[in-house]
């Protein structure tokens, strides 16, 4: 029995000694009993990719500003047949004095016409009339020093070679010509902005109102929605924007010897009067004086009364339109260069 007992014990001991030697390996395996620690972690570096941002607008791009023209090349240009008779004045056919001669040359009755417009000098006679009808509410910034100007849309030769800078013989305004007529996407007619096609002495149907054809592309359009009509027979000035009588008051107007020019002309510059007031400027001249107080013109122009008031709403100037200060300052200081005027 003893033996028995002997031999049971050794293969009690032989089993578990396997058993421990079976978890001994199992526990090498699998990490043994202890508690897992955490996994070693792990340094993912990702680079974004560069995007192109869609959203942000690109910057406007700003035309740029026409090239000024310095008094010496504006007094180079070809002469239409005599000088301004001087650097200074208003260019203001109505004036508190002075009614012009009516009879004279006026410095530019000769000389060649394919010319740079300027206040004193002839323009081509084949240059056509425009008219207010149905203005298409558009200004032309010119984009070069000078532009080519055509009597007829697509004429091969120019008829006058209009300026950046309009030459008032007072001073050069940066030019913003009224538009009157499109024709597609190619050519647009403009008022010409200073000279006159004849002299009031020789044909009268030709002082005022000269267009020119210029190339779309030569140009800069923006929008206008000011219009400014006068009534000469009831002495009032309407400003008209986007369709609509903004104010109505009264005006003086030309007496019946040197009367207001009727028809279509423009804003062509905010100058002042002899006497220091304001005035807009037109392309309009009188059809009735070849000249004015010494200068060879005879400028339309708006202004404020010369007498407080007295002159408004009255016949009495040589052709300007005078106006109360307070309605000058409320409704007309503003008032953008290259706006049309009606006048009837």
């Known amino acids: 029995m003893a033996p028995f007992l002997a031999r049971g014990r050794a293969a009690r001991r032989r089993a578990t000694l396997g058993c421990l030697l079976s978890a001994a390996l199992v526990a090498s395996m699998v990490g043994g009993c202890a508690e897992p620690g955490p996994p070693e972690a792990v340094v993912i570096t990702v680079t974004p990719p560069v995007l192109e941002d869609k959203a942000t607008p690109p910057e406007p791009v700003v035309p740029p500003a026409p090239e000024e023209l310095s008094q010496e090349e504006l007094e180079n240009i070809a ?59 558009l200004v032309a910034v010119p984009k070069n020093t000078l532009t080519a100007g055509y009597a007829k849309p697509g004429d091969e030769k120019p008829s006058v070679t209009l300026t950046s800078m309009t030459d008032t013989a007072i001073a ?12 597609g996407d190619e050519w647009l007619a403009v008022l010409v902005p200073v000279g006159r096609r004849a002299l009031p002495s020789q044909n ?9 054809w210029v190339h779309t592309r030569d140009v800069y359009l923006g929008g206008e929605s000011t219009r400014i009509n006068i009534s000469t027979g009831n002495r009032t000035l309407t400003v008209v924007k986007n369709g609509a009588a903004v104010a109505t008051f009264p005006v003086g107007v030309g007496k019946a010897s040197t009367p207001t020019p009727k028809g279509l002309c423009s804003v ?30 005879a400028a339309t122009a708006i202004h404020t009364s010369l007498n407080g008031g007295r002159d408004v709403g009255v016949a009495i100037s040589n052709g300007c339109v005078r106006v109360r200060e307070a309605d000058y300052k409320k409704y007309l200081t503003d008032i953008p260069v290259g706006t049309p005027i009606v006048i009837t």
């Open 79 to 137: 002469d239409g047949g005599g000088s301004s008779g001087g650097s200074s004045g208003n260019g203001n056919s109505s004036g508190s004095t002075g009614t012009g001669t009516g009879t004279g040359s006026g410095g530019s009755s000769s000389g060649p016409r394919n010319l740079r417009p300027r206040i004193d000098r002839l323009l081509p006679a084949n240059l056509p009339t425009a008219t207010a009808g149905h203005l298409p509410g």
């Open 172 to 183: 050069p305004l940066r030019a913003r010509w009224t538009v009157v007529d499109t024709i």
């Open 204 to 212: 009268r149907a030709l002082v005022n109102h000269a267009m020119a």
């Open 268 to 297: 062509i510059g905010h100058v002042k009067t002899m006497d220091g007031g304001p005035q807009l400027l037109t392309s309009c001249q009188s059809e009735a004086m070849n000249t004015w107080m010494g200068y060879k013109w």
